[in-house]
């Protein structure tokens, strides 16, 4: 067990649709990372928050949005949904800001658009 | 662009040999990598990194190696163990990290 929490474990939802993943971090991160693996894909990186603040961007498409709130949870949103937004999403923590900390990772969101 | 490329999507393995999991990267900007494990239903878990300062990372069975000339580590797990069947993942980077799309290594008892 990582310590990091994410909710809910499986989501089916129908295209067009808006959806929201929840992550809470291990106790003490400050840092969240969000990470999409679609089927034969590496985990590709999509944002990270520090302390509430969007410290690095990477392959987050404009449909979908991300926040930390104050108590460090963070969520992330996907809106208008494609059939290729089906995927695992993954929540990772790490104490710091990021560079060499090693990221904790939740056990995933499964996602279902049909 | 794939950066951090793992080209063997799987591996079989006796137990009790050496598995050898390779990873290819283009950007000499990186200066760490990461190898992550992940079993079935879980997360991705840390496993063992490597700073481009050096050459060679061990902890336990399982040790890092990287080579910058060629852009390519690889991770050696010895002896190798049925519990170690996992998919593996390797990742570089500097502030945000790139990762390769696994390879499935399979330990046969």
């Known amino acids: 067990d990582s310590g990091v929490t994410q909710t809910p474990k499986h989501l089916i939802t129908a295209t067009g649709q808006r959806v929201t993943l929840r992550c809470s971090p291990r106790?003490?991160?400050?840092?969240v990372y969000w990470y999409q693996q679609s089927l034969d894909q590496g985990l590709q990186f999509l944002i990270q928050y520090y302390n509430g603040e969007e410290r690095a961007k990477g392959n987050i498409l404009e449909r979908f949005s991300a926040q930390q709130f104050p108590d460090l949870h963070s969520e992330l949103n996907l809106s208008s949904l494609e059939l290729g937004d089906s995927a695992l999403y993954f929540c990772a923590s790490s104490s710091g800001q990021g560079g060499t900390d090693t990221q904790y990772f939740g056990p995933g969101t499964r996602l279902t658009v049909l | 662009d794939q950066q951090v490329k793992q080209n063997s999507p799987s591996l079989s393995v006796q137990e009790g040999r050496i598995s050898i999991l390779n990873c290819d990267y283009t950007n000499s900007m990186f200066d760490y990598f990461l190898w992550y494990k992940k079993y079935p239903a879980e997360g991705p878990t840390f496993l063992i990194s490597?700073?481009?300062?050096?050459d060679k990372n061990e902890d336990g069975r399982f040790t890092v190696f990287l080579n910058k000339s060629a852009k390519h580590l690889s991770l050696h797990i010895v002896p190798s163990q049925p519990g170690d069947s996992a998919v593996y993942f390797c990742?570089?980077?500097?502030?945000?990290?790139?990762f390769g799309t696994g390879t499935r290594l399979k330990v046969l008892a």
């Open positions: 490597i700073s481009s300062i050096k």
């Open positions: 106790s003490g991160d400050l840092s």
């Open positions: 990742a570089g980077g500097t502030y945000k990290y790139i």
